[in-house]
């Protein structure tokens, strides 16, 4: 019987297979940041035991650092310590660093891809759940907790559990202003935050083929947020045009070599998915959340949902507690919220693409009177790229804040925080409770749906302003 | 990691499905650089309402936590785990937790157990009826009991847990040391590994 195209890479990788025990793999690519790995480190060094395979480990800051003056020492004493710790670790074991004020920082799910160091049919593993989003690539990469970042550390390895396949395919094409964030939107609603649980979820489908790579780590980002173990879409000839040339990927008769395997990367005909869930892309339209997780969310034009129609009594209960927290109010239409602050930013929607969309939408247009939009790039590379293409202007002629690049608002670690009940729109992954600060609500959209919402000061698509200036 | 057999303890009703690890631990509490101290980040901002369950006298100092479905989703964070076994909690119980929570969980020595929704809401009336009952986690056994501390458990059900994660519970076995022992397996891995792999330094 053929095989998926997860099930390909995970052979590819065993290091030993024995009945009873879960397979040692072998981990290609290991990312870490400053809030996942201090305790790991530690441990190294309480067992004596040295990283592995630093050629195959890399560190950048993110969570903790500052939009703003970045210049000047970081003002949370607590924040300050965890970076110092991390800079010190990989003096120590002698990993490679890419520090606040480096032409490489970022958010270190942007940073590995725009190095080239994501690549097809890798094993990739970071101390964070975002970690999904390299299978964009036609990669295995999973999110792991900190004893197993000290574990790859030590061994280059992981014991893995089995895991079950997930095909999503999405039919036809995705109508004009419906982007990756609203397909994956409509994902989590549809099969629900537990329904990936214990799988490895392939995006297929014409409409997966069309999009780009950056529109594909979007989508493969959001895949914990339904529960999945990871997201992957299979390398093709987008995949290799974007890789091609980029620091880290092959060069010369290696990179003819990488394609040929790469090439093989793909689910054979005859391979059995455990589970298929099928989409068809001429029915989705813009999407937003309403409530505090990623599946509870709804078409723009929707209303907010009435907790009595959910037949399941936790369904009820959670959607009962989320329009609480939210303030809202069942059958109020979604494009009535008002919100306070417009977050574009973070490693599901912080990228070029992400930033031009946006600002195209914002262009000639002024962000409403009491709103505040923070544009923040995922990585110094991105806000270099933007600043070439007179983005930050068209933004802050806008109205619109111009920060430097980092994790920012989408958890709050830092100075960017919602003030208790303030509400957001936001095109980061998570609509948690208290997410981007202490009684923060969050809307989840895309990042047009964030700059219209900008301009109008309402949950709203670049469509709707169209009809208002006409 | 210390070593897991069974447990008793007074059981806690978390009546409230997916509880995501911004819940369990907020991302402020994630600057530390420790493993431990993380007790009164546990549930921070539930734990402000005076009505939330952990605040009631009558679960003070227990230590199984019966959670609703879908516990753990989100972030990959170990100071979650952390968080619950800094404030006390041994064994967690669910109908369903999240991945990466439910390995971090068995890495530390937290016991999660999964049962069947029907079996959770049992053990929240029996709790809620009765705070002063026990509630054993058996890793030995495979089997959760409840009841009054002396007589006949009012509620037994039995559980299952790969048999792999079960005795490394047991034996408190850490795995890099395991996993060590097959350095030559990692090493002839290594040696056949393609060049055009990726390289984080270069030349
Ligand atoms: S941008 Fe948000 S989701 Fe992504 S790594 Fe940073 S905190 Fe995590």
């Known amino acids: 019987m053929g095989r998926t195209l997860a099930e390909k890479v995970w052979d590819d990788h065993v290091v030993r297979r024995a009945e009873g025990e879960p397979d040692l793999l072998f981990i290609d690519l290991h990312l870490l940041h400053e809030v996942t790995s201090p305790q790991a480190f530690d441990g190294l060094r309480k067992a004596g035991r040295p990283v592995r395979r630093t050629d195959l480990t890399i560190a950048t800051e993110d969570h903790n650092t500052p939009t703003l003056d970045i210049d000047k020492p970081i003002a949370d004493p607590v924040s300050r310590t965890q970076l110092e710790t991390l800079r010190k670790n990989c003096a120590d074991f002698g990993v490679r660093l890419h520090p606040l004020g480096d032409v490489e920082q970022g958010v270190v799910h942007v940073v590995g891809p725009q190095l080239g160091l994501t690549q097809p049919g890798t094993t990739v593993v970071c101390g964070d759940s975002h970690t999904s989003t390299h299978g964009a690539f036609g990669a295995l990469a999973f999110g792991i907790g900190t004893s197993q970042v000290e574990h790859v550390l030590a061994t280059q390895t992981l014991p893995m559990a089995p895991f079950r396949t997930m095909a999503v395919t999405v039919n036809g094409e995705l109508p004009d202003g419906v982007t990756a964030k609203d397909l994956i939107l409509a994902i989590i609603a549809r099969i629900g935050t537990g329904g990936g649980q214990g799988y490895v979820i392939e995006y297929r489908g014409e409409a997966v083929e069309k999009l780009s790579m950056e529109a594909r780590m979007t989508i493969c980002n959001m895949s914990i947020e339904a529960g999945a173990r990871a997201g992957m879409v299979a390398p093709d000839e987008t995949t290799f045009a974007y890789l091609k040339g980029r620091a880290h990927a092959p060069e010369g008769s290696g990179w003819d070599a990488a394609v040929e395997y790469w090439r093989t990367l793909r689910t054979d005909d005859d391979a059995v998915f455990d589970r298929e869930v099928v989409i068809e892309a001429a029915e989705l339209a813009p999407f937003v959340t309403w409530g505090t997780n990623p599946g509870q969310g709804a078409p723009l034009s929707a209303q907010v949902p009435d907790p009595a129609s959910f037949g399941d009594a936790s369904e009820r209960l959670a959607a009962e507690k989320a329009l609480e927290y939210m303030g809202l109010t069942a059958g109020q239409p979604l494009r009535e919220i008002v919100v306070d602050t417009v977050f574009v930013g973070s490693c599901t929607n912080g990228r070029i693409e992400d930033l031009r969309s946006a600002a195209e939408v914002v262009s000639g247009r002024q962000v409403a009177d009491g709103v505040r939009m923070l544009v923040v790039p995922g990585s110094v590379r991105v806000a270099l790229q933007a600043v070439e293409e007179g983005l930050d202007k068209v933004f802050t002629a806008a109205g619109a804040e111009w920060r430097h690049a980092g994790c920012s608002m989408c958890l709050g670690m830092n100075p960017d925080q919602l003030a208790p009940g303030e509400r957001s729109a936001s095109t980061s992954n998570r609509n948690f409770e208290g997410r981007q600060g202490k009684g923060g609500r969050t809307h989840l959209v895309s990042p047009q749906v964030a700059a219209a919402t900008a301009v109008t000061g309402r949950l709203s698509s670049p469509a709707d302003l169209i009809t208002a200036e006409v | ?203």
């Not at chain 2, 057999?5 to 631990?25: E, F, K, M, Y």
């Not at chain 2, 959670?67 to 990959?76: K, L, M, N």
């Open chain 2, 1 to 203: 990691m210390e070593a897991f057999t069974t447990h008793t303890g007074r059981g806690v009703p978390l009546r409230r499905s997916n509880v995501d690890t911004d819940q369990i631990i907020p991302a402020h509490w994630l600057k530390k650089v420790t493993r431990d101290g993380f007790e009164d980040g546990l549930f921070e901002a539930w734990r402000k309402d005076p009505e939330f369950v952990l605040n009631s006298a009558a679960y003070r100092g227990a230590s199984v936590l019966l959670a609703g479905p879908d516990f753990g989703t989100g972030s990959s964070r170990e100071h979650a785990v952390w968080a619950l076994q800094n404030y006390g909690f041994k064994a967690v119980v669910s109908s369903r937790f999240a991945d990466i929570f439910r390995g971090n969980s068995l890495k530390n020595g937290l016991l999660t157990v999964v049962l069947p929704q029907a079996d959770v809401e049992r053990l929240w009336e029996l709790v809620e009826a009765d705070p002063q009952t026990e509630v054993t986690v058996d890793l030995q056994a495979l089997e959760v009991r409840a009841g009054a501390a002396s007589g006949a458990p009012a509620f037994t059900a039995s559980f299952e847990l790969d048999e792999n994660a079960r005795w490394r519970l047991l034996n408190g076995l850490d795995d890099i040391s395991i996993t060590l022992r097959y350095e030559a397996d990692i090493a002839a891995f290594e040696a056949a590994r393609p060049a055009f792999k990726p390289q984080t330094v270069q030349g």
